[in-house]
């Protein structure tokens, strides 16, 4: 298993500005991953954060939009970019453990308001 | 592409009743993970139960047990013996067995046990 924290757990942010949330495991992983929950929505990848090169993005997202860094095997940061009222979202992050069991790990989430 | 498909969007029941959720899914793997992940109204997303494809005795978790059809790509989650703390909405999810282990979530059922 995994203990995954997220900061920060929600925020709310002026149009415009962007906003970086970390993620800290206790343990290494293999991989992470950010998702995106929209309002009654269902969970929508973003990208997967790979350690020591850059994010792989899902159709739809950009790295200019949602920067990703991962400097180790136990820490992730997404950023929005830019943010409009549409990106008012809850995202996730979440790893695979060192070993597959083919569930993922999730944190409590962030959730982002934008006015 | 791979798709889930939770055809219920709310379910409402009875302390103590009996549940199914319906699950239905798409794709040409044939050997892949299915999952049922909670999340109550804390955000914090839980996995309830998981299923090998290539194992054809259905798995449970104490009150949690899945019927699952290969064939038919179905993948439902029964709850017995309901409890007010089984309120939440409720995830089917995909993954491969190879690949990068991203999972393809449904559009969730929102279970509300009442008392």
């Known amino acids: 298993s995994a203990v995954i924290s997220q900061k920060p757990s929600r925020d709310i942010c002026q149009r415009g500005t962007s906003l970086t949330i970390q993620c800290q495991v206790d343990s290494q992983v293999t991989m992470m991953f950010w998702y995106r929950q929209q309002p009654g929505q269902s969970l929508t990848l973003i990208a997967t954060?790979?350690?020591?090169?850059?994010?792989?993005?899902e159709s739809g997202f950009v790295i200019d939009k949602f920067p990703i860094s991962r400097p180790n095997l136990t820490f992730s940061t997404l950023t929005v970019s830019n943010m409009s009222p549409e990106d008012s979202s809850i995202y996730l992050c979440?790893?695979?453990?060192?070993?597959?069991?083919?569930?993922?790990?999730f944190g409590e989430g962030s959730r982002l308001t934008v006015l | 592409a791979q798709t889930v498909t939770q055809s219920q969007p709310e379910m409402s029941v009875q302390e103590a009743e009996t549940v199914t959720l319906s699950c239905t899914y798409d794709?040409?793997?044939?050997?892949?993970?299915l999952f049922w992940y909670k999340q109550p109204p804390s955000r914090q997303m839980i996995l309830v139960i998981r299923q090998e494809a290539y194992k054809q005795q259905n798995a449970t978790e104490n009150r949690f047990s899945v019927n699952f059809q290969k064939a038919a790509k179905s993948f439902s989650l029964k709850i017995s013996d309901s409890q007010l703390g089984d309120t939440a909405m409720y995830f089917c999810?995909?993954?491969?067995?190879?690949?990068?282990?991203?999972?393809?979530f449904g559009q969730g059922t929102r279970l509300t046990i009442n008392p």
């Open positions: 979440s790893v695979v453990p060192g070993f597959p069991t083919g569930e993922l790990f």
């Open positions: 999810a995909f993954t491969p067995y190879t690949g990068a282990q991203k999972l393809v």
């Open positions: 954060a790979n350690q020591g090169s850059e994010a792989t993005y």
């Open positions: 794709t040409s793997e044939n050997n892949y993970y």
